[in-house]
Structure formats: structure tokens, C-alpha cells
């Protein structure tokens, strides 16, 4: 994405922090694909005005949240990946996921895009098992 704005229409934004992180945030992307929910990827570069990319983590994720039309957003970086939705009161995220760094990140990072979309699609979430 190339604007400073949001694109139009649904989709859940997906915001990579971390460039090292690309394959676990392609991940998450797949799990959100399964769903069958739209997504956007960004990196720090596409934040509008209203973003910045030296605050909080936390911060970034829940201004996307809530400048998403469906409320929810992922941040994938060297914290691991959390969702956050708009309905959250506080800044905290719905869902953190911590990365080993170990190979094993792709299917948690898959079932936290899965659980991503489905609070868009108001199921239940998957556990992590």
C-alpha cells in the first residue's frame, strides 16, 4: 500500500513492524485468507498522519483497530503478533502471540490470523492448543 490513507472497504489491516518478520506475518495473511476475510498489509512507512511509527506498539494497533471498518487489526513484530479490536476499552491487545523464533511461529502465526478473522465473523476463537 502506497497512500498515506486507508484503502476502502472491509478488511482486516495486518501492520509488520518488524521486516524480519515477513514469513510469520505471510501467515497470518493465510489464516485470515481461510476465514475468507479481506486483509491489507502495511509497514510502518504506510502509517497515515494518525500513526506513528515510534509510539507503542499497543498504540498503533488500536488506532488501526479502530480506523478499520471491521474493528479489528493485527501487529506482527519483534513482540510477537497481537489483535486488537475497537469494542476493547483499554489499549491492550484481545490476543498476544509470543514468537520462538524456532520454526515453529508458522502455525501459530496461521491460527492467529484464523482467530483474527473470526472476531470479525463473530465464531468462536480456536485455541492455541
Known sequence: M???EMP???FIPILLLDEGEMDVARWVEFGIEEEGIPFQMMTESCLTANLIA?????TNGVMLAHQSSLGVAVVVGSRGIQIFSRLRKDKAPLLVFQLANDGSDCPKAKLAGKNAARIVKGKPM???G
Open 8 to 10: 476502502n472497504g472491509p
Open 54 to 58: 515510534d509510539v507503542e506498539q499497543e
Open 126 to 128: 480456536l485455541d492455541i
Open 2 to 4: 502506497k497512500s498515506t
